[in-house]
């Protein structure tokens, strides 16, 4: 079946360094998706990308699909204390209606 | 404006109890499902349905059972609970299934089976 991971699975940053996580399926999607669970919360939706290729932004946010439709990063500039939280991706396959999520890169900032 | 709904937020069952996580929305999605999230394994996927009267297995269906009689609730049932069972359970609801629209999701049922 479809696997989606992600690396790493945790990451600690000083609050101003930049994070990046990366995500990777084993089969070619249609769009992936990328959401954020604030400890104790809920994954709420971040965006989603279709085309392949595709680079987004949403402030210090920065999405990209990779050109084979298979992989994905997500980058923060500059991190702050609200930034804190784990961050998944999320992909579907053509004509699937399934949404398969990755395992989650935990972001832990020190102030 | 409501979301998607769970209750109950909290629950402790004993082994081989019998229990339902209940689950509605209010914005007409046609699209529901069930995931569980446990440390580091992510957000697996239990059941979902497409629409009403229309339910399939996701990734980790043994144990649970779900129905969709409406197109607002797609309840959860485990039949005799189970240790490896303690987990949180979230349910989401997106608008149309298939074409990568967002899923909402409600704020999860943290189990646990003792």
């Known amino acids: 079946g479809q696997q989606v991971m992600q690396i790493p699975q945790y990451q600690h940053v000083q609050e101003g360094e930049d994070f990046t996580t990366y995500c990777n399926s084993s089969?070619?999607?249609?769009?992936i998706q990328w959401y954020k669970q604030r400890p104790g919360g809920h994954p709420v939706f971040l965006i989603q990308l279709v085309k392949s290729g595709e680079v987004k932004k949403q402030k210090r946010l920065t999405f990209q699909f990779g050109e084979a439709k298979k992989n994905s990063s997500l980058h923060i500039t500059a991190t702050q204390t609200t930034d804190v939280g784990t961050y998944f991706c999320?992909?579907?396959?053509?004509?699937?209606?399934?949404?398969?999520f990755g395992t989650g890169t935990r972001l832990t900032i020190i102030p | 404006n409501a979301g998607v709904t769970q209750t109950p937020k909290f629950q402790v069952l004993k082994t081989g109890q019998s229990m339902t996580l209940q689950c509605a929305q209010d914005m007409n999605h046609e699209y529901m499902s069930w995931y569980r999230q446990d440390p580091g394994m992510g957000l697996r996927l239990i059941h979902y349905s497409v629409g009403a009267g229309i339910t399939d297995q996701g990734e980790v269906p043994n144990g649970y059972n779900v129905s969709r009689s409406t197109t607002e609730d797609f309840p959860l049932r485990l039949l005799s609970a189970a240790p490896s069972q303690t987990s949180v359970y979230f349910c989401a609801s997106s608008y149309a299934p298939g074409q990568g629209t967002e899923a909402f999701f409600g704020q999860g049922t943290r189990l646990t089976v003792v």
């Open positions: 089969t070619t999607l249609s769009n």
């Open positions: 999320a992909g579907q396959r053509f004509g699937n209606e399934k949404l398969t």
